[in-house]
């Protein structure tokens, strides 16, 4: 068994507005419950005990997903995982990249989220980071509700942005998604090791 345990956040329900492509063909909802499918299975092929804070398609509330984090007992970690927007999601936008938040201040969120961000870096070199070295790290810092209420270490992921067209033609992409995917796991593997 691992050292530590990992609770894995979806994104914001099916029925939350917005939280897709302009054309409605890509949905942030359906991403990010595929991509933790896939990152449980490997991960409990590799030992460790995986949580979902909602495994249902619906929105049970942010405070919920954190208080589900708070009932699991032991060392453990939380990665939430979404994909941004520039605008309303009416229009297509150019804003592209990906980013790394925990919330402010200096913890253990930030150590996990700096293996994190540079492995992201490293995987996708062609992909723009959206960092914040003010305080010596990478990660961008915001009191996001479902990382700030959380009792262990916290991120919240950003994966590219659903309202521009480039990074869904990534989102949509197999090897890209695959990619990502073993990139959070291999992280996960740091993490344990560093916790």
């Not at 996990?112 to 995987?123: F, G, N, V």
Request: aromatic share 8%.
């Amino acid at each position: 068994m691992k050292n530590i345990k990992i609770v894995l956040d979806a994104a914001h329900g099916e029925e939350v507005p917005g939280k897709r492509s302009p054309d409605g063909k890509f949905r942030e909802y359906k991403w990010s419950r595929e991509r933790i499918a896939e990152i449980t299975a490997k991960l409990k092929s590799l030992g460790y005990e995986v949580f979902q804070s909602n495994p249902t398609t619906k929105e049970i509330g942010l405070s919920n997903r954190a208080a589900a984090a708070n009932k699991i007992d032991g060392k453990k970690i939380f990665l939430s995982f979404h994909v941004d927007a520039a605008g309303m999601g009416d229009k297509w936008m150019n804003a592209r990249g990906f980013t790394v938040y925990t919330t402010k201040g200096q913890n253990n969120s930030d150590k996990i989220a700096e293996i994190i961000m540079k492995d992201l870096i490293t995987e996708f070199s062609k992909l723009q980071p959206r960092t914040d070295k003010s305080d010596g790290d990478l990660d961008k810092e915001a009191d996001f509700t479902v990382i700030y209420k959380t009792n262990c270490p916290s991120v919240l992921i950003e994966w590219c942005f659903q309202d521009n067209r480039e990074d869904v033609e990534i989102l949509t992409n197999k090897s890209y998604n695959d990619r990502f995917v073993k990139t959070i796991v291999n992280a996960i593997e740091k993490i344990n090791k560093l916790l």
